[in-house]
């Protein structure tokens, strides 16, 4: 009985949520925004009994997108977690860090290495796979959308050439414009300019 009145007082402040919400959405249509347009459905799955007001639904699957896109972070990566001898695609987003690539429209390339147990400090990069600033059609990542690439690394431990007895600890890597040289170069990075690094675990 306690559980259906808690369901109940939550619902209700739902309701009441959506009816300040759709005075402030008039001004966002040409037409009335009123309770006349307002269709509900019986969720008798979900919630028996109960009635909630499809314009709320459509509103809160909006809302859930707006907040995937807000949250979206620096770096995604899949699988999640590596391991060293996973196929990795790793995901960036222009939008956080330190923006270097906001906007960006030309062709985006990796800079890409390994940190590991032969590294000599947290921030030492081996096995670089490409020069720095040059356009090696194999560093281009994949434009995903607009401030989003994504770079796929197969079999990290064979992509970098790394030997079975050398403990590999994170990816290292930047995106960066193309055909650039040391400082004058369009490159997204931490927030505060420091390197993305992504751990690795170990099978």
Known sequence: ???RQLTNKYISCINYCYYKLSIRFRVLFAGEYTKNYICTIN???LFPGMKIKFPFI???????????S???????????????????????????????????EGPVYVHVG????????ANEWRYVRFKWGSADPEAEAKKVRKNRW????????RFFGVKGNEKISGI?????????F??????????????MVIPVTHN
């Not at 390994?114 to 400090?121: C, E």
């Not at 290292?172 to 650039?180: D, P, Q, T």
């Open 114 to 121: 390994l940190i590991t147990d032969s590294s000599r400090s």
């Open 172 to 180: 290292a890597i930047l995106f960066r414009a193309g055909n650039c």
């Open 70 to 104: 807000c949250s979206s972070p620096l770096l995604a990566w899949n699988p999640d977690p590596v391991s060293d001898s996973s196929t990795v695609t790793i995901t960036c987003n222009a939008e956080k860090g330190n923006q270097g690539l906001l906007n960006f």
């Open 43 to 45: 969720h008798t799955n």
């Open 58 to 68: 459509f509103f809160l699957l909006i809302s859930a997108f707006w907040l995937s």
């Open 1 to 3: 009985m306690r559980g």
């Open 150 to 157: 994504s770079y796929t690394i197969s079999n990290i431990r």
């Open 182 to 195: 040391d400082t004058d170069c369009s490159v997204l990075r931490n927030e505060n300019k420091s390197d």
